[in-house]
């Protein structure tokens, strides 16, 4: 068992989940709910000598000149000691320190005097009027000799472990100081020597490595871009869209499915082991899928062909192999048998499309070409905004590759809690949960499972956002004080608008976190040599 000792408590776009696991710093606070859920969300530590006492290396970015001075906490005051301690410090894996703490008997006997003293004021001992002295020997044989070992042992603690721990307050990580030492094995050796040894395990702020000095002033970037965000093409299609919505479904009843129709499918799948099917697989399996056949590039390739043609009534049987970049992993690669069924069957019957369809088509447009126009920028916009992104994606990805940091597991499990708040944040808006799903979903056991599940997604942000913070730190960037405090501001609102408890230092904590990032992301997408390839 390891010990828990409390001293004074000091005060905590739109992007789809794979993206906002690695571009932690939109425009909006994507933090903003966190503090209220994710201090709830158990760490596997359970052992914290006290939550927000020791620095945090001035966040996740690391040190820099513009953190606030909230990033490192007040340390609680050293009590003067009659004698100095012995402290011998061992370098551990992880960015982990074990400190082996050796206190001298005239230490133990001043700790044993104060709980003496202590006891003979709140003891209210039979036969003495209080405030009256009480013969020591008395005292013990009503309060109990084990008992005053007990606080005795705790006394020792209190008053040691701050000096113990000067030398490494600076480096030490928030919430992450824990004696390791077994309580029994203090008060026996407290028993039999009249003095006391203890180890305390301290994550420390990991040093970052870069695998080529300075590499990152000259990235050399090849992105990738979806052919979908293509503005032209997204204009067309959303024209299309539009213009396909003024029309009237009408059922086709003399031939086979075409692409521009619509058809309701009956959807089912196994998969192929050594050429024969066997295991169904449900996530590929609908019932009444609704099947607008100018969207067949969303669907495994091969799909929309192997129907093409099909009558209404008809049942098709086909194989196709899931690729290795579909969304869903666990369907990458896999063959699978499909079993089709084509339901109903349905064309659009359009209206011609010219001017008198603007005004239905984008309102206060007049002509058809103000409404291309209009569309047209919008998906500009668009395509600029996914551009950046995937190119701070890109930049993200191989600073990444660039270093090498010994990460503590404090770092990790605080990391992990963060991305699990948010996950379970994005869970509850989709779906309001009750009480007794929160509580199940928020389990040491539920936290725990995620954390190594997503071990090597929470490794790789850690690794990003040290990288990052180095970099703000090394080209001396700066913040502008009063975009800060403006987001800062927001950010508040954003909290007491939807009634949400927090912490205003550790929201102007996150803030700066995440400006700073965005600052650095800026400032190597100025100099990095970039390569665009549409896919």
């Known amino acids: ?74 340390v609680p005051e050293k009590d003067k000691l009659p004698a100095d ?89 928030r919430d992450s100081v824990r004696i390791v030492t077994q309580f029994s094995d203090m ?145 990458r690669g896999i063959h699978a048998q499909f079993t089709v069924e084509c339901k109903e069957l349905f064309y659009s019957d359009l209206p011609h499309l010219d001017d008198s369809l603007a005004d239905k088509l984008l309102a206060g447009c007049t002509t058809l070409q103000q409404v291309k126009e209009s569309l047209l920028q919008k998906c500009l916009e668009l395509e600029q905004t996914a551009k950046d992104q995937a190119t701070d994606n890109a930049i993200l990805d191989q600073l990444c590759k660039m270093v090498e940091v010994d990460i503590p597991q404090s770092l990790f499990e605080e990391e992990g809690r963060q991305l699990y708040g948010a996950k379970l944040l994005e869970i509850q808006a989709n779906m309001k949960l009750s009480e007794e799903q929160l509580a199940s979903l928020s389990s040491p056991k539920a936290v725990k499972e995620y954390l190594e599940k997503q071990r090597d997604n929470i490794t790789k942000m850690i690794k990003q956002n040290l990288a990052v913070g180095d970099i703000f730190k090394r080209e001396n960037l700066q913040l502008s004080t009063e975009e800060l405090v403006k987001e800062v501001e927001n950010s508040v609102a954003e909290f007491k608008h939807h009634k949400q408890n927090y912490d205003e230092e550790r929201v102007r904590e996150q803030v700066q976190e995440i400006m700073e990032g965005a600052k650095v992301v800026e400032w190597l997408r100025e100099r990095a040599e970039i390569q665009y390839i549409i896919r």
Not at 23 to 32: E, M, V
Not at 40 to 67: D, W
Not at 100 to 117: K, N, T
Not at 260 to 275: E, F, M, P, R, W
């Open 1 to 74: 068992m390891e010990l828990s000792v409390k001293f004074t408590a000091f005060p905590h776009s739109n992007l789809n989940q794979s993206q906002s696991n690695q571009f932690f710093f939109n425009n909006s606070f994507r933090t903003q709910f966190l503090p209220a859920i994710c201090h709830k969300l158990p760490l596997s530590s359970s052992c914290q000598v006290q939550r927000s006492a020791f620095p945090r290396f001035s966040s996740k970015f690391g040190a820099s000149s513009s953190s606030s001075s909230s990033s490192v906490a007040v």
């Open 85 to 173: 301690i012995k402290v011998t410090e061992t370098q551990e894996a992880n960015s982990r320190l074990k400190l082996s703490v050796e206190v001298p008997p005239v230490v133990c006997d001043d700790c044993y005097s104060r709980v003496i003293r202590e006891f003979m004021k709140q003891a209210k001992v039979p036969g003495f009027r209080p405030g009256k002295l009480v013969p020591e020997s008395i005292l013990i044989s009503y309060v109990g000799k084990q008992n005053v070992q007990k606080a005795t042992v705790e006394s020792i603690l209190k008053r040691t472990l701050p000096h113990a721990l000067s030398e490494v307050t600076e480096r030490a990580l």
């Open 187 to 331: 008060e026996k050796t407290y028993s039999l020597l009249n003095s006391l040894r203890y180890d305390v395990i301290v994550d420390v702020a990991p040093e970052i490595e870069w695998i080529a000095e300075n590499g990152y002033k000259n990235l050399k970037i090849v992105v990738e871009i979806d052919s979908e965000i293509d503005a032209k093409k997204a204009s067309e299609k959303e024209l299309s869209r539009r213009h396909k919505s003024l029309g009237t479904l009408r059922i086709v009843s003399d031939r086979g499915l075409q692409i521009g129709d619509v058809a309701v499918l009956d959807i089912s799948a196994t998969k192929i082991d050594n050429g024969k099917s066997s295991t169904p697989i449900p996530a590929a399996e609908s019932k009444g899928f609704y099947f607008d056949t100018e969207d067949g590039d969303k669907l495994i390739p091969g799909f929309l062909d192997s129907i093409i043609g099909m009558q209404q009534g008809e049942t098709k049987s086909f194989s196709l192999v899931f690729p290795e970049s579909w969304k869903q992993e666990n369907l």
